[in-house]
């Protein structure tokens, strides 16, 4: 693993963020999930799954 390195840049303009709906067993099971990215930079990128309410976290 590499640190962090800090982003001096105040550019802004080159992020882009995605969302999906991610289904597994046949169909059984689903979830949601988030990626934001830097457009410039194949390495800068983070993704997370999500929930739709508390009640589905287990």
């Not at 995605?18 to 390495?43: K, M």
């Amino acid at each position: 693993m590499v640190p962090a390195e800090p982003n001096t840049s105040a550019r802004t303009d080159s992020l882009e963020s995605h969302s999906y709906r991610i289904t597994v067993d046949d169909g059984r099971e689903s979830f949601y999930a988030l990626s934001i990215e830097d457009a410039t930079s194949e390495e800068a990128w983070l993704m997370s799954d999500t929930v739709v309410a508390l009640d589905n976290l287990r």
